[in-house]
């Protein structure tokens, strides 16, 4: 009995003195875990015994110990989608930043668009490593999207290949601010950029496609992003930083489809 009551000591301590020393969410996980581990060691040494009780009627210590073991489930699942929630927002607000210097340098006189480099991670952290990704979804082998996100985000792809373009740009942009940091968000911005470039607003066509490239720069759609934009800024009287932008998709994306594209646009706008 003394042996208990020392072990469930520790236990309720524990906990409190872990939330009151570590700094990080992921010093809190860990103790979490090393902590689970302990409850499972004390809860096979019972069930071994099945002798040890309380005193109290029809409450064990197994149960004792299966309603800690329940408490730390859920704190555990409240630590990680804490964690998650804070990293998706420090890569939101990075990516966010980065546009915000694409911008400026845009509109400084000597300012080279593709000396920019990557934005440095929010808290000086690489946080993005730390996202979840999303489960491969088995049967269509595109990513896993809730129900609701799947169904938001085909309605304004059949809007597009029908050829309403502002219903499309509309359906992308509400997507885009429902759902956050979803697997399809470049994609998304990608062909809002294509709507808006179908409506004759090449402006905001243009920033569509540099917040679909600057939100994954190493994503899937990122050439053609990259593409699209270096073609808009052409197109709104940008030759010079169009024709960087094009040379940057043969730079990054050597051997990708989009490079004979970019290197024809460059023909196109007479990139030296």
């Keep these: 009995m003394r042996r208990f009551l020392t072990i469930a000591t520790v236990i309720a301590i524990t906990p409190l003195t872990a939330f009151a020393q570590d700094g990080t969410l992921a010093d809190i996980r860990q103790q979490l875990s090393v902590l689970y581990s302990d409850i499972n060691g004390l809860k096979g040494e019972l069930s071994t015994t ?3 009780t309380t005193g109290i009627a029809g409450n064990t210590p197994l149960d ?4 800690i073991e329940a408490e ?3 704190l555990t699942s409240k630590t990680e989608e804490l964690e998650f929630r804070v990293n998706r927002i420090t890569v939101d607000g990075t990516n966010r930043i980065g546009d915000l210097e694409f911008r400026l340098c845009e509109l400084e006189e000597g300012c080279d668009i593709g000396q920019l480099g990557d934005t440095p991670s929010l808290g000086g952290v690489d946080n993005g490593a730390n996202v979840p990704a999303a489960t ?3 049967a269509t082998g ?3 999207l809730a129900v609701g996100e799947q169904a938001d985000f085909e309605r304004a792809q059949e809007a597009l290949a029908q050829g309403d373009f502002r219903s499309a740009a509309d359906l992308l942009a509400t997507f885009s601010a429902t759902y956050p940091g979803s697997p399809v968000s470049q994609q998304a911005e990608l062909l809002r950029g294509k709507a808006l470039d179908g409506l004759g607003d090449t402006t905001a ?3 569509a496609y540099l917040q679909a490239f600057s939100g994954n720069p190493q994503g899937q759609y990122a050439p053609e992003a990259l593409l699209k934009l270096g073609v808009a800024l052409g197109a709104v009287g940008q030759v010079q930083d169009g024709c960087i932008t094009l040379a940057e998709v043969g730079v990054r994306f050597p051997g990708d489809p ?3 594209e970019s290197q024809s646009a460059m023909r196109n706008l007479g990139c030296s």
């Excluded at 004792?64 to 309603?67: C, F, G, M, P, S």
């Design 50 to 52: 099945g002798a040890l």
């Design 64 to 67: 004792r110990l299966n309603a």
């Design 72 to 74: 730390l489930q859920r």
């Design 136 to 138: 491969p979804a088995p």
């Design 142 to 144: 595109g990513p896993a």
């Design 205 to 207: 066509a243009a920033r």
């Design 258 to 260: 989009s490079v004979l």
